[in-house]
């Protein structure tokens, strides 16, 4: 098990002893090379998710307020709209491994594994993070602490930061695995679809309520549905037929589309969050990038110095490390010593700072991940 979205195949296989780490690697790889996209979705995914992380140097000035002042911000919400699928690609592809997990004998014992496994990494990242979020907030600052405070923290970063999924991806699964009778029921997937769409109208479109979508316990168990319906209906095999450039223009299309959406949500409307996970064009467009990315990927692909199937899990608990406070920080240092201030209203320098921050970010993490796994540490599972 190397992410929260994948299946340990190897949990099938009674060895034990000093081969029975090559064995059971050997047998995942081989799962997973009858569907190579699975770790180029991963791969892509995981850097959108960086990328999306990554914010700019904001001088003290609160996010929304810059955005609405900078000119020509469509460009801006035009390249993080490029990535938007991410999250809904990560539950569609954990929906997919997980497929003949949920519908064995006893799907409980599956998801107790998955426990097993997620847990203790999630919760060891997790409370160095709420400590480094305590020491920014308070040790560092003026601001009287409370011991109500660390709660406070903890559901800022359960609701509000990356630390949102796991927890998100457990209550889905848990729904998967107890209705595990009806997953190939269209009907269920239907009465799933209808809870999503809640969400999107409570969430975005509500002139009461919007939230982010990280706060939408249920929104995504669909896509986590989807996922396993692909794979138990053989529905890979028939995207493969589909005709590529008629899959590039569905995306394109749903791309332009999403933008549009983000422009007259962000210009004409109160929400916040104008590029809002769970918006229909987004949905739409995320779907049609998972569809491309199946249809694209015939055989498996080199990474380089990169490892998706080990490595992405460990990316996606410690990259808000580098965006939360390493990043931040080190710009702010170079800000009071040098006066030289990266803050800026122009867009050039806003895509400028999120593209320089979401590559040392991503780069450093995935060193950090490797350094990890190479010493066993973090409980961070490696095959």
Known sequence: ???????????????????????????????????????????????????????????????????HKVNHIEYYLLLRQLFKFATICYFMIAGFLLA????????????????????????????????????????????????????????????????????????????????ARYIQSPYFGALLFVLTLFYTWYDVYSSHHTASHTTALFGFVFYMWLGVYIKKNNVVQKIKKLNFLYLVIVVLFTFLASNFESYYLFHYTHIRDSLNTLRISNQLYSVAVFVLLVGYCNKPLKFGIFNPRNETYGIYLYHSFFTFFVLPSVENWISYHYHISLFSYNVLGMIGMTLFNCAISYFLTTALVKILLRYKFAFLPAL
């Open 100 to 179: 003949d997990k949920v519908t064995e004998a006893n799907p409980f014992h599956y998801y107790k594994r998955r426990l097993n496994i997620l847990v203790k990494p999630y919760m060891f990242s997790f409370a160095i993070f709420i400590i480094l979020l305590l020491i920014r907030d308070y040790a560092l600052t003026d601001a009287d602490f409370k011991w109500y405070d660390i709660l406070k923290s903890m559901k800022f970063s359960l609701l509000y930061t990356a630390y949102w999924y796991v927890p998100n991806y457990l209550l889905s699964l848990l729904i998967i695995v107890g209705f």
């Open 1 to 67: 098990m190397s992410t929260p979205d994948s299946t340990n195949y190897s949990e099938q296989v009674p060895i034990h002893g000093a081969s029975a780490y090559k064995v059971q690697s050997t047998i995942t790889n081989v799962k997973e090379a009858n569907y190579p996209f699975v770790n180029l979705v991963r791969f892509i995914a995981t850097i959108g998710i960086v990328f999306l992380h990554s914010g700019i140097p904001l001088a003290g000035n609160d996010y929304n307020v810059v955005i």
